[in-house]
């Protein structure tokens, strides 16, 4: 679609952006601009790349994606970019096109040079940014409800395990262990829940720390949630305990919860038959567990996004994992959270706990909030 002089004027008066604007003005801002088109699928602009222009949709159809995930959609007459020129930042969101889309570049020359003339319009622009804010946080305090809503679905769906008492397998038997594990992971479930729903509300609720033992839990996992994973199935797991640790004060479900994702995440990372080796260490008065997987390993420039939430690199992975380890690790524990090459190919996740300094820790170490 090639848009005239004229036509392109007649779109931009449609825009509060340009209401400031006389009539010789916009003519003159209109004739500078560069039509483009972009077909279906096709990106725009990418999230974290350089800025040095914004656009203005005149046809189709966009949709605005943030860390992999869908925020809106845009739609004519609208224009997206602009925030990467204001602020001089690489893009904080990628651009795609839903449809085939006609629409007009300003670059950022044309953009500094008519707009820093124009105050009332920068006052139109922080009006129009100020609506799209209140639309995303809408968006976002829906999703928020929807999500607890579930967590209070999901948590009610709990009492079916209250069957499992009903069952007195011998003692010393393998159902015995498993009732066990399966009694202990909806008491798990129901503390996580509850903790959900608390931070919806923003109330707080207790850390759950008490003196465990960390080869124990462990063990525990190994015969537990590793025996039935899908993804360590065809793999070899073994645990060395290389010093001898005491009892000492953490979450254990918490912890859990460490471990296993780690653990998943080494074998997800694994070949077929690919073997994964925790050790368990006691150095500086802190416990170290490290483990090791001889997978594909994590390239230099993702070291440190892995850790981010929402940042994956799995099809479909969500990318919470990681970041749920790392809360738990350096925020609530006070611990520290690495990972690190396997010299002989794959990677080493490792994590270590503070044993004594957590009985010093203050009330707000100890609280959910």
Known sequence: MVVGSKERIKWLAKIDLFASFSSKELESFAETLEEIECKAGEILCREGEPADEMFILL??????????????????????????????????????????????????????????????????????????????????????????????????????FLF?????????????????????????????????????????????LQVNSLPALIKEILESSCLIHPDLQDKKIKFTQLDQLPDFLFAKTEIKRVLTNLIFNAAQASKKGGKIEIFLKHENNQAKVEIWDWGTGVPADLA??????????????????????????????????????????????????????????????????
């Open 164 to 208: 499992l008492e009903m069952f007195a397998p011998a003692p010393g038997s393998k159902e015995e262990r498993f009732i066990k594990f399966m009694k202990e992971t909806a008491g798990n479930l129901n503390q996580m829940m509850t903790e959900a729903l608390a931070n919806a509300k923003s109330l707080s609720v207790q850390q759950n």
């Open 59 to 160: 046809t189709g159809e966009l949709q605005i994606i943030k860390e992999k995930r869908k925020i809106t959609t845009v739609k004519p007459i609208n224009y997206v970019g602009e925030m990467a020129l204001i602020e001089e930042k690489p893009r904080s969101a990628t651009v795609k096109a839903i449809e085939p889309c006609s629409l007009l570049k300003i670059s950022a020359d044309h953009f500094y040079s008519h707009f820093a003339r124009q105050p009332t319009l920068l006052i139109s622009m922080m009006k129009i940014l100020s609506q799209r804010i209140r639309q995303d946080t809408e968006i976002i305090a829906g999703e928020f409800e929807k999500t607890n809503i579930l967590i209070h679905d999901m948590k009610n769906c709990l009492s079916t």
């Open 304 to 369: 440190e996004k892995i850790f981010l939430a929402q940042f994956t690199t799995k099809d479909e992975g969500n990318g919470l994992g990681l970041a749920s380890c790392r809360q738990i690790i350096e925020e609530r524990h006070c611990g520290t959270l690495k990972l690190m090459d396997n010299p002989q190919g794959g990677a080493v996740f490792s994590f270590t706990l503070p044993i004594e300094d957590l009985n010093n820790y203050n009330s707000q170490s100890k609280v959910v909030s």
